[in-house]
């Protein structure tokens, strides 16, 4: 069974950076896109951002674009989100998710799509 174990979390004043791992294990990177995914205290999951399978190409939601970079270690299995200009309204708490998907990737959450169980990020103004 796939396994996504999300950390990197914490609290940060506004303006600052926090980097978020998602340490997977069961899949291979090499034919997984990952994404990652946040949760706002009364909101609804929104997708902000995904990176593909194999080479890696790259999107990002309007709301973070600019701010935050998706990268990954294949050979680590490991995908990162580094968040700079952290903002209040980043605070959620934040997912990864893995689909097997040839080519590209999306930030829409899938039926069949793995799970972390979600690290913390608490931005304070």
């Known amino acids: 069974q796939p396994r996504l174990v999300e950390s990197g979390g914490g609290l940060v004043q506004s303006g600052g950076s926090l980097r978020l791992s998602c340490a997977v294990a069961g899949i291979s990177l090499d034919n997984y896109a990952v994404g990652w995914f946040r949760q706002g205290p009364g909101k609804e999951r929104e997708g902000i951002s995904c990176?593909?399978?194999?080479?890696?190409?790259?999107y990002y939601d309007d709301s973070v674009k600019g701010r935050f970079t998706i990268s990954k270690d294949n050979v680590k299995n490991t995908v990162y989100l580094q968040m700079n200009s952290l903002k209040p309204e980043d605070t959620a708490v934040y997912y990864c998710s893995a689909e097997r998907r040839p080519l590209g990737c999306t930030i829409i959450a899938g039926a069949d799509d793995y799970w972390g169980q979600g690290t913390r990020v608490t931005v304070s103004s």
């Open positions: 990176i593909s399978a194999g080479a890696g190409s790259r």
